[in-house]
């Protein structure tokens, strides 16, 4: 089985043979297989009327557990932007009627972001979708294919904690 990285691979060797062209193997794959896992999460969206960054803070209160809900700075630190974005994304959000402030009672001058009723569903919609379109994309692997893939990538990755 051959695919267009092979092709690639093949042109480089041949230009120069004196490097050893293994990463342009491995990460040539990835960034090619992070376009299609792309365009599937964007059209599993689409599909609930949700964003790409619409479902990471939905996401990020629907992980939260009932009664799915954070402040603000936790959002920040779940989605990794900054405050103003993140202040422009919830008040988005609460009016489309995905998300409301509430006080937060542990803080006075605190609010805390819920999902509501209709982000809970809109989330969980996407969520349902997306996962549909990741199997099908992993469908060529077998589940302990998968599990080792996971695994390789997740030591790819450990480096890297706490970076972003």
Do not use: C
Not at 143 to 153: G, I, M, N, R
């Amino acid at each position: 089985m051959r695919d267009e990285v092979d092709d690639l691979v093949e042109a480089w060797a041949r230009e120069r043979h004196d490097l050893d062209l293994g990463p342009v193997a491995v990460f040539s794959r990835i960034s090619r297989l992070a376009h299609h896992v792309d365009r599937a999460r964007r059209q599993a969206f689409m599909a609930h009327d949700i964003e790409l960054w619409e479902f990471d803070v939905l996401a990020a209160l629907r992980r939260a557990g009932a009664p799915y809900e954070l402040s603000p700075g936790r959002l920040l630190r779940e989605t990794l932007v900054t405050s103003g974005t993140m202040t422009n994304r919830v008040d988005r959000l609460a009016t489309r009627g995905l998300v409301e402030r509430h006080p937060d009672p542990s803080d006075r001058r605190g609010v805390l972001v819920r999902l509501t009723p209709e982000g809970k569903d809109a989330v969980d919609g996407a969520f349902g979708a997306l996962l549909d379109a990741e199997r099908e994309l992993l469908a060529g692997l077998s589940p302990s294919d998968q599990k080792e893939l996971a695994d390789l990538l997740r030591r790819l990755l450990v480096p890297f904690a706490g970076q972003d």
